[in-house]
T-cell receptor, first 115, second 112 residues
Framework: NAGVMQNPRHLVRRRGQEARLRCSPM?????VYWYRQLPEEGLKFMVY????????ESGMPKERFSAEFPKEGPSILRIQQVVRGDSAAYFC?????????????FGQGTRLTVV | GNSVTQMEGPVTLSEEAFLTINCTYT??????LFWYVQYPGEGLQLLLK?????DKGSNKGFEATYRKETTSFHLEKGSVQVSDSAVYFC???????????FGQGTTLQVKP
């Protein structure tokens, strides 16, 4: 049973470009969480999704960021018109149910560098 | 709001030394508490957890006890190894959607 798969592992974008980060949850998991880790900081919650639904997006910046988790395929975190301050590691976690009831498993992250 | 505070690092120890990494939290009620470990270039792995007051989580020689009186969840290990070198994150479960609130992380370096 493969773990949570994130790709790409490293992504370089120029300012103004779009970044798409993908997360394939573990088999049987229908709950996905995205977190952002800025340099020298802990992880900050961004968004919680179930299949085809955004449940909690309280940590998402109001502009340029969006997330989806379609019925088929991976969850996507999309950042439009990237700026230098978006450079960070983005981690996805998946769980079988809400993570308060079951363990959440983390992917290895996508390290985004904006140049 | 809910928050987690960890001792600042880096913490540098010699092999077989005793480890303590302090973690305190602010929360409504009694949330579940966690320690995660992040090895270089990797994602986070759950190290241990405790779901209610006075619970002790343990794994791989690491322990932490949920202390509601002091709102703390300090991580301890009696004898660290070089392979324990990593970043350690304390976290709590916030609200009813399962999102985690993390501390800023503490880097542990163990020298042979």
């Amino acid at each position: 049973n493969a773990g949570v798969m994130q790709n790409p592992r490293h992504l370089v974008r120029r300012r103004g470009q779009e970044a798409r980060l993908r997360c394939s949850p573990m088999k049987g998991h229908s709950h996905v969480y995205w977190y952002r880790q800025l340099p020298e900081e802990g992880l900050k919650f961004m968004v919680y999704l179930q299949k085809e639904n955004i449940i909690d997006e309280s940590g998402m910046p109001k502009e340029r960021f969006s997330a989806e988790f379609p019925k088929e395929g991976p969850s996507i975190l999309r950042i439009q018109q990237v700026v230098r301050g978006d450079s960070a590691a983005y981690f996805c976690a998946s769980s079988r149910g809400q993570a308060q009831n079951t363990e959440a498993f983390f992917g290895q992250g996508t390290r985004l560098t904006v140049v | 709001g809910n928050s987690v505070t960890q001792m600042e690092g880096p913490v540098t120890l010699s092999e077989e030394a005793f480890l303590t990494i302090n973690c305190t939290y602010t929360a409504t009620g009694y949330p579940s508490l966690f320690w995660y470990v992040q090895y270089p270039g990797e994602g986070l792995q759950l190290l241990l957890k405790a779901t209610k007051a006075d619970d002790k989580g343990s794994n791989k020689g690491f322990e932490a006890t949920y202390r509601k009186e002091t709102t703390s969840f300090h991580l301890e290990k009696g004898s660290v190894q070089v392979s324990d070198s990593a970043v350690y994150f304390c976290a709590l479960l916030s609200g009813n959607t399962g999102k985690l609130i993390f501390g800023q992380g503490t880097t542990l370096q163990v020298k042979p």
